[in-house]
């Protein structure tokens, strides 16, 4: 029994001995393991976080989601679009098999959209004006411009809804004002240069009869008138000039002809004078002689 006692200490000696570097080695996996751990509890928690974030902005999505569909309401795509036979009015493949009619006395407003490289397109309001099982007229609730229409792509998938967000339904309407406000500035300024296109032309008119007044017309040569009006007042004038310089040439020369006439007949007055006075003065020296 004493024996067995020393080789139970001596084999608990040696398990001690045998087990020191298990124990150092189960130390630094239990520390390894602890900092795992505390690192897996901190990615946990931010991932935690995340989630918690993640989840509140899916909600937030999912709101506005909800609130832009219920503003936009139902839509309808179209098999195929085509022009009508009124200016701006769509032929429709939908009909009242899809609920794509009016409704009793009221006329629906539906707004279309068009295909484009970029997207869906807005084409405008149009009103269901009649409607078939399969099929729908549509005119536009809109004051059309001249050649809209041209621009639209006729073909399928046009899409139609039934309501647009009020904020991009004033928007457009907005736009449609200021567009009817620039129409009538354009209507007003083509009416402006129309009456300034019809002043000119009457200017020119005018101007062209002033200029047959001033330089005359052939074209009057063999008709009975007068001679200013075939051959304009500017050679008239200078016809009439020129015969009145003649005659206030020769008027010129009969005054000048009178006044040498009047210098005569006054040097000869004087000369008469002259010799009566002398006359006069020799009438007693004479008579004086005859008594001596």
Known sequence: MKKFGIWLVILVMLLALAGTP???????????????????????LELRKKSAEAEKAVEIAKG????????????????QVVAGRQPGTLAVSLG???????????????YAFQPSAEGMVYVGAFKISAAQEAQAALT????????????????PNWRFRSNIPLQHRTQFSNYEKTMLIKDELVAQQERNLEYQKNAK???????????????????????????YLIEGYHKSVGDL?????LTQGEVDDLRRQ??????????LTKENERLAD???GDVPRAAANNKQ
């Open 278 to 280: 002398q006359a006069a």
């Open 201 to 227: 032309e009457k200017a020119i008119e005018q101007l062209d009869l002033r200029m047959k007044e001033l330089n005359g017309d052939p074209a009057l040569a063999k008709q009975n008138l007068d001679k």
């Open 241 to 245: 000039e020129g015969e009145r310089n």
């Open 140 to 155: 536009p609730n809109w004051r059309l411009r001249p050649d809209e229409d041209k621009t639209w792509r006729y073909g």
């Open 64 to 79: 506005e989601l909800q609130a832009t569909i219920h503003g936009w309401e139902r839509y309808w795509t179209a098999p």
């Open 258 to 267: 009178i006044k040498r006439t009047r210098d005569e007949i006054e040097r």
């Open 22 to 44: 298990l124990a150092s080695r189960l130390v630094q996996v239990r520390g390894s393991w602890q900092k795992k751990t505390a690192e897996a509890k901190v990615k946990v």
């Open 96 to 110: 009242t098999n899809v609920g794509f009619a009016p409704a009793g006395n009221v006329i629906p407003i539906v």
